[in-house]
């Protein structure tokens, strides 16, 4: 029996447990970030809100990983301090809809997007898997055990 | 398995771009020749064996289009494949490369994930 | 030459930053132009097919910079003045291409030439603006100014 290990908004897990499955619910403009190592099989999630931080610093130091700016490359601090290799790393980015509401004028999910696709090509990481924009809000789950990627949206599953 | 690939493009930008992709997609490179238009890449191909191009439209000199059209008229270059990289989106040019027998035609502004599918379809499977 | 329709190159515009460059722009209403040490970099493109023009593109150096390192996937103290000029003229190139394609769909055939750059000062980008319709967008705190050229 697997254990669901949740992923708030503006939050991250990493797991390196095979019986762990992280979960982060209703990705509307947000942006659901995956990193995978195959070879030591350890996963971690970011859900974040926002592509940049310098909008609230006081912000990004409490909350880091509410921006993509700051949460994503502290996010991979994380997973090269447990020994995860570039290499072996399969990123997947799944989100950055545009939803109906006044963030639409400031087109949030796209610049999530921008921001994020910036930081994997600095770092020399290729994205392999993607699922972004639309206006639809998506579920994300990732098993730690098999590095397996399952996207919901309205009622149906997909793997990345 | 590497191999030779050549990039013509007059920015260095653009070339850049694409050596750095090949590099960050893992694909084993022997020799990475750059050219700034088609009579430098010609240059490049009348004395080097080159398993894939990349090669951009506008350019002085000698256009892409040209280019092109010159080695698949030439017996020994006909079937180097090519992957053309342009700003040029219209059906037309696109019609007219693919008939000139191009592999793939990618347009501007291009993800290093775009380019990485266009080279993995092209290139044999790699360990 | 004045640009036919300012929206259609505002798009093109912010959706390159996005896609190629990983800058964010926003468009700006006023054209507050702030000083510039170095002054400005004066990108120029032609084009021949359906419609003939020129489409020019006004930065700083500074935010040249920014975008080479962005391209380059490095910092921008690493990049050179002719990285910085190559990656500007690209931008311009990977713009035209984009908002002569919006502009008349994908049956035309275009020839664009090699973008031009030249260095210009303040005073000069000002009566510019005042001579021609133009985009004006905030990127990342950096102005830039698209336009239709002479």
Redesign the interface.
């Known amino acids: 029996m697997s254990k669901s290990v949740i992923v708030d908004i503006g939050g991250m897990a990493v797991s390196e447990s095979p019986d762990e499955v992280l979960v982060t619910y209703s990705l509307g403009s947000c942006l659901g970030v995956t990193f995978y190592d195959t070879a030591l099989r350890i996963g971690g999630m970011a859900h974040l809100m926002l ?2 931080s310098p909008i609230d610093p006081q912000k990004a130091v409490e909350r880091p990983f509410m921006f993509v700016d700051v949460g994503v490359p502290r996010l991979l601090a994380d997973l090269f301090a447990r020994g995860c290799r570039k ?1 072996d790393l399969v990123v997947r980015v799944v989100g950055g809809a545009q939803v109906m509401s006044d963030s639409n004028l400031f087109r949030i999910g ?2 999530n997007v ?2 994020f ?2 930081i994997m ?2 770092n ?4 392999q898997a ?1 699922e972004t924009g639309g206006s639809i809000s998506r579920t994300l789950r990732l098993e730690i055990a098999t590095g397996r990627l399952v996207v919901r949206s309205q009622g149906v599953e997909k793997e990345l | 398995m590497a191999f030779n690939i050549l990039v013509v493009d007059d920015s260095l930008t653009a070339r850049t771009f694409v050596a750095r992709t090949l590099e960050l997609a893992g694909v084993p490179v022997n020799q990475l020749y750059q050219a700034r238009n088609g009579q430098e890449a010609l240059d490049v191909l009348a004395r080097e064996w080159v398993d894939l191009v990349f090669a951009d439209i506008n350019m002085p000199v000698m256009n892409g289009v040209e280019m092109i059209r010159r080695m698949r008229a030439d017996e020994l270059l006909r079937s180097v494949p090519v992957i053309v990289i342009t700003t040029d989106r219209s059906d037309g040019r696109m019609a007219e490369l693919r008939a000139a027998g191009i592999q793939s035609y990618l347009t501007k502004p291009l993800t290093p994930e775009d380019l990485k599918r266009a080279v993995d379809q092209l290139l044999p499977v790699r360990g | 030459m004045n640009v036919e329709n300012t929206d259609i190159l505002q798009s093109a515009a912010i959706e390159a930053l996005e896609r190629f460059a990983f800058l964010l722009a926003d468009p700006m209403e006023q054209s507050a132009l702030t000083a510039s040490a170095d002054g400005f970099w004066q990108a120029q493109v032609a084009f021949r097919g359906p419609r003939q023009g020129a489409l020019v593109l006004i930065a700083t150096p500074l935010l040249a910079r920014q975008l080479a390192a962005n391209l380059y996937g490095t910092e921008g103290s690493a990049i050179t003045p002719e990285q910085a000029e190559d990656a500007l003229k690209e931008l311009l190139n990977v713009i035209c291409g984009d908002y002569l394609h919006r502009m008349d769909g994908s049956a035309s055939i275009y020839d664009l030439s090699a973008p031009a750059l030249t260095t210009v000062s303040g005073e000069k980008v000002q009566a510019w603006l005042a001579r021609h319709g133009h985009v004006f967008l905030a990127v990342e705190g950096h102005p830039m100014i698209l336009s239709g050229g002479d």
Do not use: C, T
């Not at chain 1, 020399?124 to 994205?127: D, E, P």
């Open positions: 592509p940049l290499r796209e610049r921008a921001v696709r910036k090509w600095k020399g990481l290729l994205i993607q």
